[in-house]
């Protein structure tokens, strides 16, 4: 069960309801919001501005991560925010590393004037290079009020040591979900075509023997 959760957000609709799923998934846990800013790509500057960008950058997000506390605070609950400068898949990790996060939840994508839309390629980047695990939430948070947490959770299984955490992961983080393991054939041929009788149809068994093994 995770314990310090990371939560991303860009100031994005998407963003902030990966902060409702942890706090409705996780109510044991500590959670961490985290904005990055990169003033570098400010989009919003006018001429003869006060501000300087990385004043105005800094501005903005302190408004998300005000707007994290209140959201946390309608579910009773009290979050750790925290602002940092840079690139936002680098100082995501970075945290995850320097704060000994042990899970991020991350919108799917989102849309932000602070730099450009973040959430998406960042947070395909976070997932194949974090060295912990990761939710991605691609519900809006009306949607997820309206369905009981954790509800179905399906669990694509191959064999591999990968596969067999993330099932481990699922069934004892969500003990009360109903879990459905599947593992998909992948044939070196058509699966409609005729292959009783042939070589082709002794692959096709020795696939299906295989799939029996990890799904046993």
């Known amino acids: 069960m995770p314990q310090h959760i990371l939560v991303p957000l860009d100031g994005?609709?998407?963003?902030?309801?990966?902060?409702?799923?942890?706090?409705?998934?996780?109510?044991?846990?500590?959670?961490t919001a985290l904005t990055v800013v990169d003033p570098t790509r400010d989009h919003t500057a006018a001429v003869g501005a006060s501000e300087s960008p990385q004043e105005r950058a800094e501005n903005r997000g302190?408004?998300?991560?005000?707007?994290?506390?209140?959201?946390?605070?309608?579910?009773d609950r009290e979050i750790r925010t925290l602002l940092r400068t840079g690139r936002p898949h680098t100082e995501i990790l970075?945290?995850?590393?320097?704060?000994?996060?042990?899970?991020?939840?991350?919108?799917?994508?989102?849309?932000?004037?602070?730099?450009?839309?973040?959430?998406?390629?960042?947070?395909?980047?976070?997932?194949?290079?974090?060295?912990?695990?990761?939710?991605?939430?691609?519900?809006?948070?009306?949607a997820?009020?309206?369905?009981?947490?954790?509800?179905?959770?399906?669990?694509?299984?191959?064999?591999?040591?990968?596969?067999?955490?993330?099932?481990?992961?699922?069934l004892e983080t969500f003990p009360d979900g109903s879990h459905t393991a599947i593992h998909v054939?992948?044939?070196?041929?058509?699966?409609?075509?005729?292959?009783?009788g042939t070589d082709l149809d002794e692959i096709r068994a020795a696939a299906e023997d295989r799939a029996e093994e990890i799904l046993a």
């Open 12 to 31: 994005s609709a998407h963003g902030f309801a990966g902060l409702e799923y942890s706090l409705a998934s996780f109510p044991d846990a500590s959670v």
């Open 144 to 170: 997820l009020h309206e369905r009981d947490l954790p509800g179905d959770l399906l669990i694509p299984v191959d064999g591999s040591e990968q596969a067999e955490a993330a099932l481990a992961y699922a």
């Open 94 to 142: 970075a945290v995850v590393t320097d704060d000994d996060i042990d899970h991020v939840v991350m919108g799917s994508h989102g849309e932000s004037p602070i730099t450009s839309p973040f959430l998406g390629h960042v947070s395909e980047t976070v997932i194949r290079r974090a060295p912990v695990s990761a939710t991605i939430v691609p519900e809006l948070a009306a």
């Open 62 to 75: 302190e408004e998300i991560l005000e707007r994290a506390a209140e959201r946390a605070a309608d579910h």
């Open 185 to 196: 054939l992948e044939l070196p041929f058509d699966q409609s075509a005729a292959v009783e």
